[in-house]
């Protein structure tokens, strides 16, 4: 069954970019991620890929943080299992399918209303539990949200698109909501922010990115007394790289060695509030 590719304005097809990343992903002889359901709408939308140019490399790069985004999700969920979860500027990502929370926990998606509405029409019911259509920088998304519960909140590939103090804004909203909790997202490091300008892949995002980068991982504690660094991940020293074909391998190999270096590629930094 082919399915009408969604009518979206550029800031929200930037979901394509991971979203293709994940199907490419899955199209390897080893996966990293092996993420299906992304792989199904990318084939079910005939959605051109090609167009966005991701070299092998990205789509490894952005299944690779997923998963670890994932991993973060769940554990957290495996500690608290009557815990919140947010996906900040969900797309079309499926990720409540591959962490499966247990039904003790809530999981919801956020993301602008058009992006909400596309993912009933493209995704499983049950990769939805939740679904709030809001602008993440508004303050009203969180108002139906339990506020008596700890709370996960990741966002892949969204930091990119806001302003400094938008995010600043975001993590005060999600603090004075939720009594306790954990926030990660990718790192987007000033070297990221330059190598956007020039990537082919990063065209279709080009002028839509806003966010200065972040190259110190302790910098975000600055945005809020109680925002603490749990763990910085760089994903070069990661068990995954041994699964990466040999040239990538080699690369992150050498790059693991450099804490430096790994900065500047993928990364995904986790802090507790
Ligand atoms: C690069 S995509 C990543 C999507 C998804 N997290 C993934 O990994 O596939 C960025 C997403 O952030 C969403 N987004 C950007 N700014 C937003 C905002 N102010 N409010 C809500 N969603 C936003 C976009 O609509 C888009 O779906």
């Not at 990293?32 to 167009?51: M, P």
Request: proline share 8%; aromatic share 6%; with cysteine.
């Amino acid at each position: 069954m082919t399915c009408a590719i969604p009518a979206l304005t550029p800031l929200q097809a930037s979901l394509w970019l991971t979203l293709c990343g994940r199907a490419l992903d899955n199209r390897l002889p080893h996966p990293i991620l092996g993420d299906k359901t992304a792989d199904e709408v990318v084939r079910k939308t005939g959605y051109d890929y090609k167009q966005l140019r991701i070299p092998s490399s990205s789509a490894i790069y952005i299944a690779h943080r997923a998963r670890k985004l994932d991993e973060v999700a769940r554990r957290f969920i495996a500690r608290h299992p009557d815990a919140v979860g947010l996906d900040l500027g969900a797309g079309l990502d499926s990720r409540a399918l591959r962490i499966s929370p247990p039904p003790t926990a809530d999981w919801y998606d956020i993301d602008f209303p058009e992006v909400i509405a596309a993912r009933r029409e493209l995704l499983p019911d049950d990769a939805t539990p939740h679904g709030i259509g809001a602008d993440l920088t508004g303050s009203t998304w969180l108002d139906t949200l339990p506020t008596d519960r700890p709370a996960v909140a990741v966002a892949d590939g969204l930091i990119a698109f806001l302003a400094e103090e938008e995010m600043i804004s975001l993590v005060h909203r999600i603090i004075s909501h939720f009594p306790s909790g954990e926030i990660a997202f990718n790192g987007y490091s000033t070297f990221a922010v330059r190598m956007q300008k020039i990537a082919p892949v990063a065209q279709a995002i080009r002028d839509l990115s806003k966010f200065p980068g972040i190259d110190d991982p302790r910098a975000p504690e600055r945005w809020h007394p109680k925002l603490k660094l749990v763990r910085e991940i760089l994903c070069t020293r990661e068990p995954e790289v041994a699964r990466f074909p040999p040239v990538l391998r080699l690369m992150n190999r050498l790059s693991a060695r450099s804490a430096t270096l790994s900065r500047k590629g993928n990364t995904v930094l986790v802090y507790r509030f």
